[in-house]
C-alpha cells in the first residue's frame, strides 16, 4: 500500500503527483529530492532506493533520468513497491510510446488517467496494458521520435544493413499509423547481458550471462503464439557446483541455471519440445529471464599493460580484440581505466589512420577513456598512452591503476547460444501473416579486466 | 462558439507566479460553462488541461472550483475524469464547494454507462468531506450490488474511504459484513483482492476497541478462507497474490501435511517473474517450516537459484531489495551459500550499498575451502577508487581472519596491506591488525617487525593512530625503538587533537615503563604531567590515577596496568539476535532493507495488519511493568523490547525466583496479578474490562456446552521438574533449531481455562507453578502462542514446548521437543495434566 507516487525531473520538478491518502505531508517531494541530492556530504554516494525520513519510507527507481517516487508510511514489502514503479513506468511507456520527460509533460492528463486506474487508495488494482485500455479515454500526444536522436532506443538492434523497423519501440499501443490502419508485427528480443572479470594473466575469474526474452506485440485479436528455444536447453545445474566452468564447456548443450517467467506463459509443454505458449497481452513485457554461469567465449579479449618510462613517466598499451565473427559489428564501444593518483598528463597515440576513435584523460578523476564507435569482429585495435606523473613512484604502478573496464553493444548477437527457433502465430486465416521480429543483442553489464 | 480571445495567449507554464493566470482562466471558464456551441469541449479541455498543470505544479487552484463545477455538465468522459481530479483534490479544503459537486456526482453514480458509474462513485468517495459522509452510503451500496465488476471494485475501495472518513458511519451501514460476503463469493478476483485489503484494514483498526473486530480479523487467517484464496491463487493479478500470500504467511496450518500441501500448491510461485511475488512466496515457506529444521533447511537450497535469479534481472533497485532480503539468508545460513561465494563478488560499476551487502555476505561465507578465492578477491577491491568500499575490503578481510582457524595466509596478505603505502589502507590495517593479535597472540611476532616499520608520522586517522600506540605499549618488549617512539609522540601531545588517542599513549607509556623503566621514565614523567594539565576530563583523570597508583605501590600499579592478558576469544556481535530473528520475522518488508525491527522506525498505527509475529516477540511484558497506568503501560511496552534479550532475561528471572519460592502463591500477590490482568485486557480491550472469568464460564454453562464437572486429569506421573529451572532465551531458541519433534499432538483446553485465558500472562503463571516455564508468549484472543521449558529435576535435562491455543475451539497444538526422548512422553502427560488443570484452581 502506498500513500503517495510522483515523479520528478533531474532537476527536481514535479512532473506528475499523486496523493492517493493524504497521510503523508505535501512537501514529501522536496524532501525527497533534497535526501537524494544530498545523499552523503562527499556527494561520492548514491542514495539507496529506499529510506526513511520521519517515519515516512520513500521508494525510486530511476528510469531515463527520471525519478518515479512512491511514499508510505506503512512497513510494506520493498520488492512490491519498486516492482510497481518500473511497472508503472512500462505501462506509461506503452502508452505514450516514448518515455521521457517531454512526453511526461505532454500527456500528464493521460497519465493521471492512468495512475487513477492503476492505483486505488493506494492499493495496487492492475497494471497491465491490455485491461487498462477499457479505461483510459485520452488519446496520447507524440512527441517527435527523431528529436531522441542521442538515446536511439531502436539503435541497440541495427546491425549494418540489416535493418529493422526503428521506429516499432516508440510506437505507442493505442496511437494508429499515420496511414490510419495498424500494423499487425510482434516483436521478441533477446536481450543479453553478459559480466566478465579476467585475471591479471587473462583467465577469467567470473563469468555470468544475465539474459531476457522480452516481447512486445501489436496484433489484433490476442491469437496465441508459441516460442520455441533450443531443443538442447537444460535447467538447473543438478549436483554440479555453480561455479564449475569447465564440465559443460565445448558440449553445445545451453545449460541455464535458473529462470522465471511472466504470469501468462503457460508452460506444459516446455518440459518436452521446449516452447512457450501465451496470449501476448498489449505492451511490453519479459516472457522469460534467465541466469547462465555456463562458460562461454568472451566477445573481447582485453591485453593491459601499465610500467614506468624513466622518471616521473609511465606508458599504457591497451590492446583489444574482438573474438566475434567478421559479419558482426558492435556498437558504442567504450574503455575506461583509472590512472595513478599522480598522474598530470596523459597523451594518446592510436593506431594509424582509424576512425571513429575518441581518447580522452579525465583529470579529475585521472580517468583514461577510450571510445570506439564500431567494433569490426576479427579485428585488434590498440591505445598507446604516455603519463606524465607529479611524484615519484612509491610502490608497484599496477597496484595504482586499473582496472580495464568495457561497455559495449553487439546487436544481432548472443554468447549464449539461447535461440528462438520458431514463432507460430495461431490463427486460422491463411491471408494473416504478421510481421515477425527476432531480435538478438549482447550488452556489458560489468566487464571487467584486472591488471 | 465564442472562444476567449485570451487562450491564443497560453499563459507559460515556466512562469508559476500564478495570481493573473488563474483569474484568466476563471474567466474563459465562466465564459465556456454555459455555451453549448459546437467543439466547446474541445476548448474545454484544454483549459481543464491547464488547471490540472498548474495544480501539478504547485499553483493554488482552488479558487476555480465553482467555475470547473460548472463546466463539467458534459457527457464528454476525458473532460468528466479531468473534472473528478481536480475535484478530489480540493473538495477537503472547500467543503462547502464540494457539495456543489454532490449533485453531478450522485447523478453520475446513476448513469448507463458502467465506467462513469465507476468513475463517479470513486470521486465521491474521494472528497474526504466529513459533513457529506450521508450522501456516500446510498450510492456505495447499490454500488456494491452492481452487476458490473469495475462499479463493484471501485465500491469496495469506496467502503474502505468512506471507514476512513467516518468509521462509525461505515459501521453502521453494515458494509464490513457485506465486504466479508463479497470477498467469498464475488466471480472477479480484484473485487475479492479488494475486500481482503479493505477488511484487514478496517478490523485491524477496529479489533483495539472491539472483540468482534479482532475475531473478524482472526477469521480473516481461519483456515476456510485460506484455503478459498489458495486454492485460486493463479486467477488474481500478481499484485493481489502477493496481498493473499502475505495472508497466508500469518495462517498457523495444523499439521505437517497441510504445510506440504500448501507449499506443494505454491511451488511454482517460485518462478515467477515478479520479485514481489517470489519474496511473498519464499516468506510463507520460511514461516511454515521453522520449526521443521530439516525442511527449513530445503527450503533454503530451493529458493536460492530464484533469489539469485532475481537479483541479477531486473533494475538494480529492484535486484537491491531482492539482495537485502538474500544477506539476510546468508547471515542466518552462511553454510548454505559457502558454494555460491562467486555470486557475491562486488561488480565495479555498483552502489555502494550493494557493494556493502555483499562484502559483507562474502565475510559470512567464507570457509576453509573459499577463503583463499575470497580474501584475494577482497585484497583487489583494497585498491579500489572507491574508497569507502576499499576501507570496507580490508576490514572484511580482518574480520574473516578473526572468524577463521587457519589465518596463516590471511596474516601475510594484511601486513601486504600495511606496505602499500596508501594512507588509509594502512590506517585500517593497523585497527586490524590489532584486534588480530588480541585474539591470536601467537602470531605478535610476524606482526611486530612489520608494524615497527611504520613511522608514525604517516598514520593520522585517531582510530590507527590508537592502534599503533596500543601495539608499541602491548609489545614494547619486542620493539626495538618502542619507547622513544612513544616518547617523541608525548613531545608532541599538544598537537593530538584526539582524547581517544592521548588516552591509549599514558596507557601505552604506562606498560612500556613495566617493561623498559629505564628508556621510558623520563616520557612517563611527561606523558602524566601533560596529562594532567590535559583539559579533557577523561584523559585528566586517567592521568591523575595512574600517577597515584603509581606513588601507592609500583607493583600494584603494574598489576592493574599490565596483567596477563587472556587472547579474546570472539569480538561482541553489534546486533543482539533477538534483533535479528525480529528482523527475520518480518521477512519481505522494509525492516530487511533498514537491517532494523519494524518498531524501530514505524510508528504503532501503521505496522502491518495482524502482525502475529510482532506480538509474538513481546515477551511476557505485562509482568515487568507492575503498577503502572494503562497509557502508559503502552510506552512501556516498545521501551521493552528495546531491551536486549539478556537484560529481559534479568527481570524475568529476578520474578522467576521470587515466585518459585512460594508455591502455591500467597494472597498479596495473587492480587497484584489479578490487577495486572485487568489492566491487561483494558489495554488490549476495552469492551472486556469487568468481564471476569466466572461471568463467561456462567454463559458457557447456560448454552449448555456440557462441561465435565471434574475433567478427566490423567495421573501425574514420576518424571519431577525442577521448580527453579532457567534457560536463556538464545539457548532455547538453539536447542529449538537443533532437536527433533518428540512429540506432536493436540490437546483439548478445558472451558474453564478458555474463559480464564484473556490474556498470555495468566497462563505463564498457572504453568509456572507446575514448574513449566514460559520463555515468550504472545497473541490476542483467540490465538496464543506460547514457548515453554521445563527441567528435569536435579538433571540439566530440557523440555522445549511450543503452544499454540486456540480459545475458540478450545484446542491447544502442542510440539514438545526434549533433550532426552525417552521421557518426552512422561512429560508430555505432565504438561498436558497441568495444562489441564487451568482455570480450575
Known sequence: MISQFFVLSQRGDNIVFRDYRGEVAKGSAEIFFRKVKFWKEDGQEEAPPVFNV????????????????????VNVSPSLVLELLQRIARVIKDYLGVLSED?????????????????????????????????????????????????RPAAIFMQGTKRMPGTAITKSVVANEPGGRKREEIFVDIIEKISVTFSSSGYILTSEIDGTIQMKSYLTGNPEIRLALNEDLSIGRGGESANDYRSSYGSGAVILDDCNFVESVRLDSFDMDRTLALVPPDGEFPVM?????????????????????????????????????????????VLEMPLPKYTTRASFELEPGVTGQRTDFKGANKKLEWDLEKFVGGVEHTLRAKLTFSQDLHANITKEAGPVSMTFTIPMYN????????????????????????????????????? | MAPPAQSQRSPSPSQPSG?????????????????RAPGVDDSKRELFKKVISYMTIGIDVSSLFGEMVMCSATSDIVLKKMCYLYVGNYAKVNPDLALLTINFLQRDCRDEDPMIRGLALRSLCSLRVANLVEYLVGPLGSGLKDGNSYVRMVAVMGVLKLYHISASTCIDADFPSILKHLMLHDSDTQVVANCLSALQEIWSAEASTSEEASREREALISKPVIYYLLNRIKEFSEWAQCLVLELVTKYVPSDSSEIFDIMNLLEDRLQHANGAVVLATIRVFLQLTLSMTDVHQQVYERIKAPLLTLVSSGSPEQSYAVLSHLHLLVMRAPYVFSSDYKHFYCQYNEPSYVKRLKLEMLTAVANESNTYEIV??????????????????????????????????????????????????????????????????????????????????????????????????????????????LESLVENWDEEHSAEVRLHLLTAVMRCFFKRPPETQSALGAAL??????????????????????????????????PPKQAVSVFADTQSSEIKDRI????????????????????????????????????????????????????????????????????????????????????????????????????????????????????????????????????????KLNTKAALDPSTFQQKWRQLPVALSQEISVNPQGVAALTAPQALLRHMQSHSIHCIASGGQSPNFKFFFFAQKFEESSNYLVECVINTSSAKAQVKIKADDQNTSQDFSTLFESALSKFGTS
Open chain 1, 289 to 333: 529471464n534467465y541466469r547462465m554461469t555456463q562458460e562461454f567465449k568472451p566477445p573481447f579479449h582485453i591485453n593491459c599493460l601499465i610500467e614506468e618510462a624513466g622518471h616521473l613517466k609511465g606508458e599504457v598499451i591497451l590492446k583489444v580484440r574482438a573474438e566475434f565473427p567478421s559479419n558482426i559489428t558492435a556498437n558504442t564501444v
Open chain 2, 584 to 719: 527475520f520475522d518480518e521477512f519481505n518488508s522494509l525492516s530487511v532493507l533498514y537491517q532494523k525491527p519494524s518498531y524501530m522506525f514505524t510508528d504503532k498505527e501503521h505496522r502491518v495488519p495482524l502482525e502475529f509475529a510482532d506480538e509474538l516477540g513481546n515477551l511476557s511484558i505485562g509482568e515487568a511493568a507492575n503498577n503502572v497506568v494503562p497509557t502508559q503501560m503502552v510506552e512501556e511496552n516498545d521501551k521493552d523490547l528495546l531491551l536486549t534479550t539478556s537484560e529481559k532475561e534479568e527481570t524475568k528471572g529476578s520474578r522467576n525466583n521470587g515466585s518459585a519460592y512460594t508455591v502455591p502463591y500467597d494472597g498479596s500477590s495473587t492480587s497484584v496479578f489479578a490487577s495486572q490482568a485487568q489492566i491487561e485486557s483494558a489495554v488490549s480491550n476495552p469492551t472486556l474490562a469487568g468481564h471476569s472469568p466466572q461471568a463467561s464460564f456462567a454463559i458457557d454453562d447456560l448454552l449448555g456446552l456440557g462441561i465435565p464437572a471434574t475433567p478427566a486429569v490423567p495421573s501425574p506421573p514420576q518424571l
Open chain 1, 54 to 73: 520521519d517515519g515516512v519510507n520513500y521508494f525510486h527507481v530511476k528510469v531515463v533520468g527520471l525519478l518515479f517516487v512512491a511514499t508510505t508510511r
Open chain 2, 529 to 562: 604531567a601533560a596529562g594532567i594539565a590535559d583539559f579533557h576530563q577523561d584523559v585528566h583523570d586517567r592521568a591523575l590515577f595512574y600517577y597515584r597508583i603509581l606513588r601507592y605501590n609500583v607493583s600494584v600499579a603494574e598489576r592493574v596496568v599490565n
Open chain 1, 103 to 151: 512526453s511526461l509533460r505532454k500527456n500528464f492528463v493521460l497519465v493521471y488517467e492512468l495512475l487513477d486506474e492503476v492505483i486505488d487508495f493506494g492499493y495496487m488494482q492492475t497494471t497491465s496494458t491490455e485491461v487498462l485500455k477499457s479505461y483510459i479515454f485520452n488519446e496520447p500526444i507524440m512527441v517527435d521520435a527523431a528529436r531522441l536522436q542521442p538515446l
Open chain 2, 376 to 485: 584475494t578477491e577482497l585484497c583487489e577491491y583494497a585498491a579500489n577508487v572507491d574508497i569507502p568500499i576499499a576501507r570496507e575490503s580490508i576490514r572484511a578481510v580482518g574480520k574473516i581472519a578473526l572468524q577463521q582457524y587457519d589465518v596463516n595466509a590471511i596474516v601475510d596478505r594484511l601486513l601486504q596491506f600495511l606496505e602499500m603505502e596508501k594512507d588509509y589502507v594502512t590506517a585500517e590495517a593497523l585497527v586490524l591488525v590489532k584486534d588480530l593479535l588480541r585474539k591470536y597472540p601467537q602470531w605478535s611476532h610476524d606482526c611486530i617487525a612489520v608494524v615497527g616499520n611504520i613511522s608514525s608520522k604517516n598514520v593520522q586517522e585517531p582510530k590507527a593512530k590508537a592502534a599503533l600506540i596500543w601495539m608499541l605499549g602491548e609489545y614494547s618488549q619486542d620493539m626495538q625503538d618502542a619507547p622513544y617512539v
Open chain 2, 19 to 35: 495570481k493573473s493566470e488563474v483569474s484568466d482562466l476563471k474567466l474563459q471558464l465562466r465564459q465556456l460553462a454555459g455555451s
Open chain 1, 415 to 451: 554468447v549464449s547460444r539461447l535461440q528462438v527457433k520458431y514463432l507460430q502465430i495461431a490463427k486460422k486465416s491463411s491471408s494473416y501473416n504478421p510481421y515477425r521480429w527476432v531480435r538478438y543483442v549482447t550488452q556489458a553489464n560489468s566487464y571487467v579486466a584486472r591488471i
